[in-house]
């Protein structure tokens, strides 16, 4: 049992190591993000003085850094505008600098995120300890109950305390990744189907997932798609690669499951004694340690010999086993024949108890529905990311507007390159712009058209809706009010990310709290009642058997 404890407790801090690693680094880039702000406050001041971005960049450089990695969309953003203005030079729109005003434009996208991060950090403190707290006071409470009953024994250390033990643990784990999963923004991880990838490299894996995705094209199709929109990458068919794992998981993991639990209620049987409390209350306490030994090595010895006997033909072979003889003698049952009778009776059950207990159709069952829902479990992973990723598609829209306020006000900007730029920062949507940036060449229109279709998105529609009337007008009047939508897009989504954010901590906060419930009821309410009632039972027994 400490074994088996062991190796969960294993998985558990090496779940938690994993992903408060993952909670150190987002917080350690928000941390940049909002020095990055700071920086790009002090470049705009140094701008407006020298009017010149390298001398500006240099002046500030001596002081500040920029410490987000090169990959971050923030930095991407500002590299593009310094590109721009080394490359075209700064112009003035409405007697602004076009360069400050996009740094602001940035300023602004960052400083509503910082606000909404900090909100969550505070939303969700002590949550992921508060919910694997429970989980280490186990041996404590198991080493307490056992000191106040020994009986309670059966129920911490038998089949009862395994089973509760994986239950407790299993919660845990997917309550403690369930709070980081809301807490942590999705990562953009392009190794996400390695293990799949892999045994996709086998012929015969691959051939009878192409015969699936023949039979089922349509349905495969829209999956593909769906893969695509929540991820920006993946396809289908490392997708149900993921659910045969997935499935292959289940079913080892339940059949290892049963094999550990039978063994436990095994040996769960052969420590119990069922000799009669009345019975050993006339014994001295040395003398009880004895009998109590001398019973375990019987049903030990009984239990392989013993196999398919009905009670008359086990009584019949107790009589000639030595151990039984000196057990009557300790027990004085060579007087008392009803005595005798009914331990034979209660040491049969016990060995039939163990006998008992091989694979069952239930047991079959059991391992059948497991596996059958492990299957289906990447089917919830993709709900729970659709779900998720309205944060993501409103972080995005407000991306893609700024790149394009990057760029309206240069005469030379064309509608190519604004799709173009979309393109390179778009995450979730990179797939649906590549297509649009392919087909624009030969199809305008109808490439817009589709792009508008396939992201419905309230922002990318507007955009879409400018650049074609970029047909017709210049690119910076057909953008004229982009702004303004700006501005109230990025309160609009203020308001939105707020609620999910709300939404989201009442989740984290119902959630922590599981585990200690569990704890108390399976691990204290439940056997202390058991052990109760057990007793009772006992010393009604006793009292009928002590005044016949």
């Keep these: 049992m400490w074994i088996f404890e062991g190796i969960l407790y294993v998985i558990l ?104 991060c900090k909100s969550k950090m505070h ?47 299993a919660a845990t784990i997917g309550i403690y990744g369930l709070i980081l999963w809301l807490f942590l923004p999705d990562e953009e991880q392009k190794d996400r189907y390695r293990l799949e990838k892999w045994l996709l490299q086998f012929p015969w894996m691959a051939y009878l997932l192409d015969v699936y995705v023949s039979r089922h094209y349509t349905k495969c199709l829209k999956k593909n798609e769906q893969i695509k929109q929540l991820q920006g990458f993946g396809n289908v068919r ?12 289940a079913l080892l993991g339940s059949v290892l499951f049963l094999t550990v639990y039978q063994n436990a209620e095994r040996s769960q049987i052969l420590t119990q004694i069922k000799i009669p409390s009345y019975q050993l209350m006339m014994l001295p306490e040395r003398a009880q340690e004895q009998v109590k030994k001398q019973y375990q090595e019987l049903v030990a010895q009984v239990v392989p010999e013993t196999f398919k006997m009905d009670q008359e033909a086990f009584k ?14 300790e027990l004085s049952l060579t007087e008392s024949v009803q005595g005798a009778e009914e331990f034979v ?39 729970a990311e659709q779900w998720k990723s309205r944060e993501k598609r409103m972080s995005e829209c407000l991306r893609l507007q700024t790149v394009v306020l ?14 173009s730029q979309m393109e390179n920062f778009a995450v979730l949507f990179q797939s649906q712009m590549a297509e649009a940036v392919d087909h624009f060449s030969y199809d305008r ?32 009047e057909a953008f004229l009010n982009l702004e303004d939508e700006r501005e109230y897009f990025l309160k609009k989504n203020m308001e939105e990310r707020k609620n999910y954010q709300g939404e989201c901590i009442a989740l984290a906060k119902m959630a ?13 309410v439940v056997p202390f009642v058991a052990e109760g009632l057990s007793e009772l039972h006992a010393y009604s027994q006793s009292m009928t058997g002590f005044f016949r």
């Design 512 to 524: 922590a709290y599981l585990p200690m419930f569990l704890l108390i009821i399976l691990k204290l």
């Design 123 to 169: 939303g969700f403190t002590g949550l992921d300890v508060l919910s694997v707290l429970p989980v280490c006071f186990l041996p404590v409470v198991r080493l307490w109950a056992v000191r106040v009953s020994e009986g309670l024994s059966a129920y911490y250390y038998g089949s009862y305390g395994m089973l509760t033990t994986v239950l407790l643990f």
């Design 238 to 249: 490392a997708f149900l690669m993921k659910k045969v794992c997935f499935f292959a998981a």
């Design 13 to 116: 801090l090496l779940v938690f190591i994993r992903y408060d690693r993952k909670k150190r680094l987002w917080i350690k880039t928000v941390s940049q993000e909002e020095k990055f702000e700071h920086y790009l406050s002090e470049l705009s001041a140094a701008y407006g003085k020298q009017k010149n971005i390298e001398e500006a960049v240099a002046e500030v450089e001596e002081s500040h850094t920029v410490t987000l990695p090169t990959e971050h969309s923030y930095v991407r953003i500002y590299g593009a505008m310094c590109a721009v203005i080394r490359e075209d030079g700064d112009m003035l729109s409405d007697g602004y600098s076009v360069f400050q005003r996009n740094l602001q434009y940035l300023k602004e996208e960052i400083r509503e995120n910082l606000l909404l």
């Design 316 to 329: 019949e072979h107790l009589e000639q086993l030595a151990v039984w003889e000196e057990l009557k003698q």
């Design 406 to 419: 990057l760029l309206i006000h240069y005469e030379k900007t064309t509608v190519e390159e604004i799709l």
């Design 445 to 476: 229109i109808r490439s817009l058209q589709k792009l508008k279709q396939e992201i419905p998105d309230e922002p990318v529609q507007r955009i879409c809706d400018a650049l074609e009337f970029c047909e017709e007008l210049p690119v910076e």
């Design 345 to 383: 009776k209660a040491l049969f059950l016990q060995v039939r108890a163990y006998q008992e207990i091989r694979i069952a159709w239930y047991h079959i069952l059991f391992i059948v529905v497991a596996s059958i829902l492990a299957f289906q479990i990447p089917e919830l992973f993709l709900v």
